[in-house]
Structures are given as structure tokens and as C-alpha cells.
């Protein structure tokens, strides 16, 4: 009985272990990935700037990147629980994405530029769903989802603060925005190559989780429902970093070189706290995002109101709020529906997620067109409002457990 239960202990070892490198796997896909198109997404604002458009213009491209990148989801994800197909969606994704980051250096005019900004959403939009889904297999292995996506957001961020430094030395060398995109063609060439290893190593990620319990009925269940309603509302006042960077660079609150850097510390504090967040998430489940939306939301007052030194606390704050989006709210949606449907939900739950950035980043660039005071009150209302809904799931799963 003794020998049995060693060989269980260590045959569970050996797959908690797998799942462990596999998620680091895709957490060095996505390092180089965030690498490519955070570097070019830290500039993109003052780059649409340089060619003549607006602020409303930046504002609506940017909640147009977020609602293609997030509502295609719901097709991909469907397609993706459908066909089963999850890499090759995965991969056709990945190498639209990363293709586009380095075309911006070819762009003569805004509506071109912002045409490659709207394709790198597009990519991400297809790869993301299934990508989710094998990181969600991986992470019920590991023994927690918040672990397993925190720390593939934990070295997601650490390429996104490494890419806008590399713009940011790029720009302060003397180059121009077409340089700086120019070469970011060397990280997404790596990234394309790192997606074919991790195909090759891991082809069916779904034996991570052998034991998955089947689906039950036709619908998604209504805390799904009511969760996304709440996240919504925290998209809806979230403002893109597109506008940020516009009205740094607008007001002259610091250097150009600067807004990359500022960046750049954002995605450091996303990445460090992705970590910290997902170990909490697991430990003490939906009480850690409440109190993270609360803090989060001072991004707004503190990026748009001050100079230098407020600006930075804002953008500290803001990736905060960016670790929280990209790790700990996708993290939830997991254990809420079955495998089976896991695509699915995660692309529905983007669609929603992102008709509302799009919705809310619109409004925003209006507002701050017309006073920048109430582009800020938005941003605020919109997300403390989303914690009435936040406090209801809270209080479910608490009963539930």
C-alpha cells in the first residue's frame, strides 16, 4: 500500500511539474510576445500624434483595439471549443500579431498606422482563447489558476517593461518612431520560433487535466453573468495608455523618452504584482480583487492631474490595474464554467469585456477633448460602480464554499 501510494505521490509530482514548465513556457512566449507589441504600443500615442490625429481619434483607436481584440474572442473561443483546434489557432494568432508591430515602420499616414494598430488586436483576439485554455488545464494541475496565470503574466510583464525601454533607448539615441518599430522585428521573430517549440513539446495540453468533469446544461451560470457585468464596468473606466502618453506628451509633463520609461515601470509593477496577486487570488479568492479595483482606480487622478511625480504613481498605478486585468480577472472566470466550455466563456466574457473599453475609452478621449476633469470622474464612477456586483460574487462563492 506504502509503494502505491509513493508511486501516486510522485506520478502527481511529475505532472504538476510538467504544468509548471509548460506555463513558464508560455510565460517566455508571451515575455518576448509582450516584448514586441508593449514596446510599440508605449509610443503609438505620440506616434499617432506625429501624424496629425487627434485626441479623439487616439481615444476611439485605441477602445477599437480593445473592442476587436476582445469581442473576436467570442468567435475564436467558439471556434476554438467547436474544432478543438487550439494550437493552430493559437499560432495563426501569435504571427498576425507579431507581423503587424514591426510593419507600423512602413505607415505614411495615421489611418495607416492605426489600420496595423487594429490588425496586432486582431491577432491577439484569435490566439488568446485557446491560449487561455491550455494554461487553464495546466493550472488545475498545478493546484490553483491564479498561480498559473499570474505567473505567465508575472514574465508577460517583464517583456513589457524590457520593450518600451528599448524604444525608449531607440528614441534617445536619436532615432525615429519607424526605427524603434524597425526593431522590434528581431523579439517577434524569437516569439514565432518559441511558439513552434512549445507546439512541438506539448501537443495535447489538455491531458493536463485528465479528470475534468463534464458539462452540465446549455447555458453559462448566472455568477458568470453578474461577475462580467462588474468587469465591464471596470473596462468601461479604464483608459487606455494610447491616451495617457497623448496627454504627457500634449501637457510636456515629461519627455518623450520619458512616456516609454514611465511605461515601462507600469508593466515592472503589472508584472512583480502579477505574482503576489495570483498566490492571493488562490488563497483568498475574489476579496483580493475588490481591494485591488479600489486601488487601481486612483490611476486616473494621479496620470492626468499632475506633473512628473504624480504622473509616475499613475502609471505605477495603472499597470496595477493592467496585472489585475490581464491575470487575475481571466483567472476567475476559470473554476466559474467546465472545461469544455472554458473557450467559450473566456471569449464571451472578453466580447463584453471590451465592447465596454471600447465604449468607455470613446468616451473618455471625448470628455478629456472637452475637460479633462471629467474624463477622470468617469474613470472613477465607471469603476467604483463595479463593486456592488464584485461584492455579490464574493458573497456567493463564499456561501457556495
Known amino acids: 500500500m506504502k509503494d502505491k501510494s509513493q508511486a501516486h505521490d510522485a506520478a502527481n509530482g511529475g505532472a504538476r511539474t510538467k504544468a509548471l514548465r509548460f506555463v513558464l513556457l508560455i510565460g517566455i512566449v508571451s515575455l518576448f510576445g509582450d516584448f514586441t507589441y508593449e ?40 471556434l476554438a471549443d467547436v474544432s478543438g483546434r ?69 514574465l508577460d510583464q517583464f517583456g513589457a517593461m524590457v520593450g518600451p525601454l528599448v524604444v525608449a533607448a531607440v528614441l534617445a539615441g536619436g532615432g525615429s518612431y519607424r526605427e524603434a518599430f524597425a526593431v522590434l522585428v528581431v523579439p517577434a521573430l524569437i516569439t514565432l520560433a518559441l511558439v513552434g517549440v512549445a507546439r512541438l513539446l506539448y501537443p495535447a495540453p489538455h491531458e493536463m487535466e485528465p479528470h475534468a468533469p463534464s458539462a452540465r446544461g446549455d447555458g453559462l451560470p448566472r455568477v458568470f453573468w453578474v461577475y462580467l457585468f462588474g468587469a465591464a464596468l471596470v473596462a468601461a473606466g479604464f483608459a487606455d495608455w494610447s491616451l495617457i502618453a497623448f496627454h504627457l506628451a500634449r501637457t510636456d509633463a515629461v519627455s518623450t523618452q520619458s512616456i516609454a520609461i514611465f511605461y515601462s515601470v507600469a508593466m515592472a509593477v503589472s508584472g512583480a504584482g502579477s505574482l503576489a496577486m495570483g498566490r492571493l487570488f488562490d488563497r483568498f479568492g475574489f476579496a483580493v480583487l475588490i481591494g485591488l479595483t479600489i486601488v487601481s482606480s486612483f490611476f486616473a487622478p494621479f496620470a492626468f492631474f499632475g506633473g512628473f511625480g504624480m504622473a509616475l504613481v499613475g502609471a505605477c498605478l495603472w499597470g496595477l490595474g493592467m496585472g489585475v ?76 464554499s
Not at 51 to 73: K, P
Not at 103 to 122: K, T
Open 325 to 400: 486585468h490581464e491575470s487575475i480577472i481571466p483567472a476567475a472566470v476559470a473554476p466559474m464554467v467546465a472545461p469544455q466550455r472554458r473557450a467559450y466563456a473566456f471569449g464571451l466574457f472578453a466580447a463584453g469585456y471590451g465592447l465596454f473599453w471600447f465604449l468607455g475609452s470613446a468616451a473618455i478621449g471625448f470628455l478629456y477633448d472637452r475637460s479633462i476633469a471629467a474624463a477622470v470622474v468617469f474613470c472613477l464612477v465607471a469603476q467604483f460602480a463595479a463593486l456592488p456586483p464584485f461584492i455579490w460574487v464574493w458573497r456567493r462563492q463564499r456561501a457556495a
Open 39 to 78: 514596446g510599440a504600443r508605449s509610443v503609438t500615442g505620440p506616434y499617432l500624434e506625429s501624424l496629425n490625429a487627434s485626441a479623439a481619434v487616439v481615444g476611439v483607436v485605441a477602445g477599437l483595439g480593445e473592442l476587436i481584440g476582445y469581442g473576436l474572442r467570442l468567435a475564436s473561443g467558439r
Open 86 to 154: 487550439y494550437w493552430p489557432m493559437a499560432i495563426f494568432g501569435y504571427m498576425v500579431q507579431l507581423l503587424a508591430v514591426p510593419a507600423l515602420a512602413l505607415a505614411g499616414s495615421w489611418p495607416q498606422a492605426a489600420a496595423l494598430i487594429l490588425l496586432e488586436r486582431v491577432g491577439k483576439a484569435i490566439r488568446n482563447p485557446p491560449r487561455d485554455v491550455m494554461l487553464s488545464h495546466a493550472g488545475a494541475q498545478m493546484g490553483g489558476y491564479g498561480w498559473a496565470f499570474g505567473l505567465r503574466e508575472a
